[in-house]
Nanobody, 122 residues
C-alpha cells in the first residue's frame, strides 16, 4: 500500500509561484508513474501533469509552459513547480500514483493523496 502526502499549497498573488510536494511511502517509488490533478469548487477533477517512472513528462494544455513536474527517486518525492499562476489555477491539488501510465493520466491511479489547497488572487 502506497501513502501519498501533499504539501506546499497556499495563498499567492497572480503571477507568483508555488512548489507543491508529494511524499510517497510504502511502495517501490521508482516503479510508479506519478501525477498531479486539481479540483476547483463545483468542477470535476482535472488532470494537470504526469511523470513516468522513466522520467517522461506530460502536461495539460492549460499549464504547459508554466508548470513543471519532477521527481526525486532517492527521496520518494514528486514536485510540481507552478509559475505565472493565474486565478483560474485556484483548486485543491492532488497527487496520484500508479503502475500503469494510462490509468494515472485518466485519473484512475491506484493511490491518491489528501490534497493541498492552492488559492491565487488577483
Amino acid at each position: 500500500q502506497v501513502q501519498l502526502v501533499e504539501s506546499g499549497g497556499g495563498l499567492v498573488q497572480a503571477g507568483g509561484s508555488l512548489r507543491l510536494s508529494c511524499a510517497a511511502s510504502g511502495g517501490t517509488f521508482r516503479n510508479l508513474h506519478m501525477g498531479w490533478f486539481r479540483q476547483a469548487p463545483g468542477k470535476e477533477r482535472a488532470y494537470v501533469a504526469i511523470i513516468a517512472s522513466s522520467g517522461t513528462t506530460n502536461y495539460a494544455d492549460s499549464v504547459k509552459g508554466r508548470f513543471t513536474i519532477s521527481r526525486d527517486n532517492a527521496k520518494n518525492m514528486v514536485y510540481l513547480q507552478m509559475n505565472s499562476l493565474k486565478p483560474e489555477d485556484t483548486a485543491a491539488y492532488y497527487c496520484a500514483a500508479g503502475a500503469t501510465w494510462l490509468k494515472v493520466i485518466i485519473g484512475r491511479g491506484d493511490y491518491w493523496g489528501q490534497g493541498t489547497q492552492v488559492t491565487v488572487y488577483s
